[in-house]
C-alpha cells in the first residue's frame, strides 16, 4: 500500500470528526463535503496532468452502457423505492423520520439542481477523494466499508433511535453501493448520477406517498 501525506491524512481526520458530530445532535457534517472538495481540487490542481482524474463526464457515458455498472447504478434507485413503500405499509414513523430530514428541501426545478450538485460534491468529497486516498492504505473493500460507515454516520438524524438506525443503515448500503461503482468505474461522475437518481426519486416517493 502507498503512503499518503501528512496533509491528506489530516483532511481524512476531519471528515471523519465532523461526521461524527451528528451523533451528538450536532449538524456539520457538510463540512466534511466541503473539505473533500476543495481537497481533491487542490491535488488535482497542484499533480496535473499527472493526478488521478475521478470526475470525467466524457467517460460517464461509456462507462454507464457496461451492464454491470449500469446495474449497480440501477440498484439504490430500486432499493429507495422498495424500502419506502414498504415503509408506508408497515412502517410509516421511518417514513415520518426521512421526511423530517428532507422537509425542508420541497420539489422544484431548483430542488433538481439542488439534488444534482449535493451529489456531484458528496460523490467528490467520499469517493474521489475519501475511499481514493483510504484505498491506499488498505485493500479497496475495506476502503468501501470504512468510507460508507462514515458517510452514513454523517446523515445520523435525531429521533426514535430504532428509527435513526435503520436510517443510517440505508444510506450505508446505498454508500457501498456507490463505493463499488465508484471502483469499478473510477469516475465519480458516474456514481453521482447513481446517487442523485436514488435521492430525486425517494424525495419524490416521499412527496407522493
Known sequence: ?????????????????????????????????????????????KNRPNSFTAVDIK???????ESSICLWALLPLSINIVVL????????EFIEHIGGRTAHLGIGILLVVQL???????????????????AKIVPVKPAIVITSIVFA?????PGNLAIAIIDVLL???????????FAKSK???????????????????????
Open 116 to 134: 444534482l450538485i449535493s451529489a456531484l460534491g458528496e460523490e467528490i468529497a467520499w469517493r474521489a477523494f475519501f475511499q481514493h486516498e483510504v
Open 59 to 65: 467517460r460517464a457515458y461509456r462507462e454507464l452502457r
Open 1 to 45: 500500500m502507498r503512503k499518503i501525506n501528512q496533509a491528506v491524512t489530516l483532511a481524512l481526520v476531519a471528515m471523519i470528526a465532523f461526521s461524527t458530530l451528528s451523533l451528538f445532535r450536532v449538524q456539520l457534517a457538510g463540512i466534511s463535503i466541503l473539505i473533500g472538495v476543495v481537497v481533491y481540487t487542490v491535488i488535482n490542481t
Open 187 to 209: 469516475n465519480a461522475f458516474v456514481s453521482s448520477l447513481a446517487h442523485f437518481a436514488a435521492n430525486l426519486v425517494a424525495l419524490v416517493l416521499l412527496t407522493l406517498i
Open 153 to 157: 454516520i454523517g446523515h445520523f438524524s
Open 85 to 92: 413503500l414498504l415503509a408506508k405499509m408497515f412502517f410509516p
Open 171 to 181: 444510506v450505508f448500503v446505498n454508500s457501498v453501493i456507490y463505493g463499488i461503482i
